[in-house]
């Protein structure tokens, strides 16, 4: 299979969008901004929810569309005849937000329903479900429970996971489930067809070849591939297997099977249209970084290399144009949103819709005549447009947030600096547009995980504090995901040591690029990140002068003893969590040095720590330790419990009430206040 890349207009996307693409070395020049920022904007407003459910969603013939829209405090779903632009609501609830909409064919749609930001975690678990409708309103129908009506049944609740549509005018989708009980802990699965005008569904996977938490099926709606995850008798070590079939005849067969804390597990992406060519992403062939490949049935190997990134895994999704029979390419991320095309006619789209929205990262969905296109960035947090081809008109439909229409907010950079072992670390880079990239205080905003990363784009906390004058610095440090797995893997059994190390070289890169004011340093982070902002503060404490916390690990083994935690006695704690975080039963003693807990006497500076009270990856313990010792020692503490809420923050009205302390909080320590 030869697919060939865009190279010169995928170019010509990227230079457009809305993240730099070359970055800054670290002893480069000062950036400097010439913008004036609208410091009017209130904290309130980075926080409040998007006003709109989402992009709309074309239906499969490009006639019509589906959106979500508010109507009395609530989402509800409408569709819009694009002939006649005549809206229309088509599904509502007094008590629900209607989520993540689909079209089933050009008359039928499916959705969800959820409380979203309206309520705490405690009391929002009452979504799920899936419930289908007309585009007229008509022929309603439940298909699936939500979690309120199998709790108030005394069942388990099933949630039910839409794969792909059948396509033509069938009414059928094909949907995951683990209705038969089969072994959950790793998301085993079964594969049904489900009727959404009966709610009859069929069992496609009698003949379950394992454990499968992932299924593929062809263009011929066939299940074709299933990807398992089992631990290994005696070693707790967890095995990737990969299994494939001719046809719906056919027996499965195992075409590839890893460990997963290898590094070398294979994510199956699709068929192509003649549903014999199979595309799989993998660290292959002794490769440090994912690609896309051919999968090579004969020799059961990766084949021909479609698709590769020099500082990325490339492990994204594939982009068909159904209507076509197109495979047209590739969507994933590195330090911002890319799309490598194999399709030549969406390739000139996409550099049509960049040169129309520049500045902006453009993503879209093709039917016919008709354009959907999302342009979002740092400094916009999603503008929705509507692209007639045959006109050629480019209309906007929304904002999702209209709070910042005609407000300025802050350019996000991608920078690189070397860590002091040489290591490259990629970082985003916020700095205020109000004033020049000189002495500025600095928050060094770390993300959770630690076995995660930032995304490119808009973010409340950095875009709130750049508006009142201060850089935000979002490092990638080691055990990052996405840059590779050397990168990953160099963070192993490093909470506090090189992973800590990575932080403040970053914010040293700044200092001596004169950028960052050296005493006017804050550090703040949730889950990992508010682990690296307590042990920042006991490791450094002559650089950070105040730490945020929340939801933070304040001692690594609290991971593992805490039985009422999520984390405690799971497959995956118990093989990749003993790797990359420490073995309780070996590690003791690097895990107790490494304890913020245990090095609380080394902290000077004021800190603000918030918890959830159902928080159940990091429970409050982790939190109510921390601050009695930071107390006993007369430490100033501030300390927030937000009733009802789990890992972070859902009700709108506390993610106002924590920006706002937060941003009270820096201004007293490193800010104008604190002056």
């Keep these: 299979m030869k697919k060939k890349l865009i190279p010169a207009l995928l170019a010509a996307a990227l230079l457009g969008a809305g993240l730099q693409a070359t970055a800054i070395a670290a002893d480069g020049p000062v950036p400097t901004v010439n913008v004036n920022a609208d410091r009017q904007i209130p904290v309130a407003d980075f926080f409040k929810k998007p006003q709109f459910g989402g992009q709309p969603i074309l239906s499969p013939d490009g006639k019509n569309m589906a959106v ?60 799920g479900g899936l419930y289908a409708v007309d585009r007229d309103g008509s022929n309603f129908r439940k298909l699936s429970a939500s979690i309120q009506e199998a709790r108030n049944s005394n069942v388990p609740f099933k949630p039910v996971t839409v794969l792909k549509r059948a ?16 072994d959950a802990a790793l998301g ?47 070693t707790k070590r967890i095995i990737q297997t990969v299994y494939y079939r001719d046809d719906e005849k056919s027996p499965w067969k195992a075409i590839y099977s890893a460990y997963i804390d290898e590094g070398k597990d294979m994510d199956p992406l699709g068929f192509d249209f003649d549903n014999k060519t199979l595309l799989v992403a993998g660290r292959f062939n002794g490769r440090d970084k994912a690609a896309v490949y051919v999968w090579d049935f004969a020799s059961n190997k990766p084949g021909e290399m479609i698709a590769e990134h020099p500082q990325a895994d490339i492990n994204g999704t594939l982009l068909f144009d159904e209507p076509r029979r197109k495979l047209i390419g590739v969507a994933f991320q590195s330090m911002v949103d890319e799309l490598y095309y194999f399709d030549e006619d969406y390739a000139k789209m996409q550099a049509t819709l960049d040169a129309s929205l520049p500045g902006q990262q453009v993503s879209f969905s093709w039917r016919g005549d008709h354009v959907v296109a999302v342009a979002h960035s740092a400094t916009n947090p999603g503008q929705i447009y509507f692209f007639d081809t045959a006109k050629k008109v480019l209309e906007p439909v929304f904002s999702m947030r ?78 990052s995901t996405g840059f590779g797995w050397k990168h990953h893997t160099a963070g192993w059994k490093q909470w506090g040591m090189a992973m800590q190390d990575d932080i403040t070289d970053g914010v040293a ?167």
């Excluded at 499968?212 to 299940?223: E, I």
Aim: glycine share 10%.
């Design 188 to 234: 085993a699965s079964d594969v049904f067809r489900l009727d959404t005008t009966t709610g009859r569904r069929t069992l496609l996977t009698f003949d379950n070849p394992g454990k499968v938490n992932g299924w593929l099926l062809d263009h011929a709606n066939v299940v074709r591939v299933g990807s398992s995850m089992e631990v290994e008798a005696g």
């Design 68 to 127: 979500l829209t508010p109507r009395n405090g609530r989402f509800v779903l409408a569709v819009i005849d694009l002939a006649t632009r005549q809206p229309k609501v088509v599904a509502s609830d007094p008590d629900w937000n209607i989520s993540a909409p689909n079209w089933v064919n050009n008359k039928r749609l499916v959705f969800g329903i959820t409380k979203g930001s309206d309520e705490t975690l405690e009391k929002n678990d009452g979504g």
């Design 402 to 479: 209209p709070q910042f229409d005609n407000r300025k907010l802050a350019p996000q950079t991608v920078i690189n600096y070397a860590a002091r072992d040489g290591l490259n670390i990629p970082a985003y880079l916020t700095l205020p547009v109000d004033r020049p990239a000189k002495g500025l205080p600095l928050v060094a905003y770390i993300h959770g995980g630690p076995h995660a990363r930032d995304l490119p784009g808009y973010e409340p906390l950095a875009q709130m504090l750049a508006s009142r004058g201060y850089a935000v610095l979002q490092p990638q440090f080691r055990m």
């Design 167 to 182: 396509g033509g005018d069938s009414n059928d989708l094909f949907v995951v489930d683990n209705a038969r009980g089969r």
């Design 509 to 675: 890169a700044l200092v001596k690029q004169g950028i960052v004011d050296p005493k006017r340093v804050c550090i703040m982070g949730a889950s990992y990140g508010g682990y690296a902002t307590m042990y920042g503060l006991a490791k450094d404490p002559d650089l950070y002068k105040c730490g945020v916390n929340f939801v933070g690990v304040t001692d690594i083994n609290l991971l593992f003893s805490v039985s009422w935690s999520d984390t405690s006695n799971s497959p995956i704690m118990d093989d990749l969590g003993v790797r990359m975080h420490g073995d309780p039963k070996t590690d003791q003693a690097y895990m107790k040095a490494r304890s913020a807990l245990e090095n609380v006497s080394k902290i000077k500076a004021p800190v603000l720590m918030a918890y959830g009270s159902e928080d159940v990856r990091v429970p409050l313990i982790h939190g109510e330790r921390m601050r009695d010792l930071l107390l006993k020692q007369g430490n100033s503490v501030e300390w927030m419990v937000m009733t009802g809420e789990g890992h972070g923050w859902t009700k709108e009205s506390n993610n106002i009430k924590w920006g706002e302390a937060v941003m009270n909080f820096i201004d007293r320590n490193i800010g104008s206040a604190a002056k």
